[in-house]
């Protein structure tokens, strides 16, 4: 009878160890950072989530080519640019951060992040699915998801679609829609 009460005790005790093992891997993947250590895939967060976000900041560049994902990309000067692809959104994991250009990354304004535009300009980003149309601030880079033409801020997102299809919790399921990109120049 001991035998087995002790082999119960190691059995629960192994079942408390693989479900706080399981609980850390889906706050892991779940973009929040229980421990405060620094994802380097981020830039520094310079603005508490409910703080308010400054506008403008930052400055103009095109930049040197860079590769990211084995991908290179060369930014250039191009105020004829033009491109049809698909756009997704990213919110509240990159709020309130550093953008490529040095301005505040806030969810809530009318921004993008495009891989090879000068910093910052402007875009006309239409969804060619309702013909909604807005003009963006690109002012980061990215997407690096291959397929992707641009990611927009959440708020940009829900302008261009129903904005209950872009859930404000989740950047790990974008809407993605196929957009028309067209570059109207430098700020």
Same mark, same amino acid.
């Given at each position: /009878?001991?035998?087995?009460?002790?082999? &119960?005790?190691?059995?629960?005790?192994?079942?408390?160890?693989?479900?706080?093992?399981?609980?850390?891997?889906?706050?892991?993947?779940?973009?929040?950072?229980?421990?405060?250590?620094?994802?380097?895939?981020?830039?520094?967060?310079?603005?508490?989530?409910?703080?308010?976000?400054?506008?403008?900041?930052? *400055?103009?560049?095109? $930049?040197?080519?860079? *590769?990211?994902?084995?991908?290179?990309? *060369?930014?250039?000067?191009?105020?004829?640019?033009?491109?049809?692809?698909?756009?997704?959104?990213? $919110?509240?994991?990159?709020?309130?951060?550093?953008?490529?250009? $040095?301005?505040?990354?806030? /969810?809530?304004?009318?921004?993008?992040?495009?891989?090879? /535009?000068?910093?910052? *300009?402007?875009?006309?980003?239409? +969804? &060619?699915? +309702?013909?909604?149309?807005?003009?963006?601030?690109?002012?980061?880079? $990215?997407?690096?998801?291959?397929?992707?033409?641009?990611? &927009?801020?959440?708020?940009?997102?829900?302008?261009?679609?129903?904005?209950?299809? @872009?859930?404000?919790?989740? @950047?790990?399921?974008?809407?993605? &829609?196929?957009?028309?990109?067209?570059?109207?120049?430098?700020?």
């Amino acid at each position: /009878m001991g035998g087995r009460a002790k082999g &119960l005790g190691v059995c629960r005790f192994a079942r408390a160890g693989v479900a706080a093992l399981v609980c850390f891997l889906l706050t892991s993947c779940a973009g929040s950072n229980p421990f405060g250590t620094k994802n380097s895939n981020y830039s520094p967060k310079v603005v508490e989530d409910g703080e308010p976000v400054p506008k403008g900041g930052g *400055s103009y560049k095109v $930049g040197q080519p860079y *590769s990211i994902n084995g991908r290179t990309y *060369s930014p250039f000067e191009n105020t004829s640019y033009r491109s049809e692809g698909i756009a997704s959104w990213y $919110g509240r994991d990159f709020h309130g951060r550093l953008t490529a250009n $040095g301005e505040v990354y806030d /969810m809530d304004a009318i921004s993008a992040a495009h891989p090879t /535009m000068p910093l910052p *300009s402007y875009a006309r980003v239409t +969804n &060619l699915e +309702n013909g909604r149309s807005i003009i963006v601030r690109v002012n980061d880079r $990215g997407p690096y998801a291959r397929g992707r033409i641009i990611d &927009l801020s959440r708020r940009a997102a829900e302008l261009l679609v129903a904005s209950s299809q @872009v859930n404000a919790e989740s @950047v790990a399921t974008p809407v993605v &829609l196929p957009v028309e990109l067209i570059r109207r120049g430098s700020a």
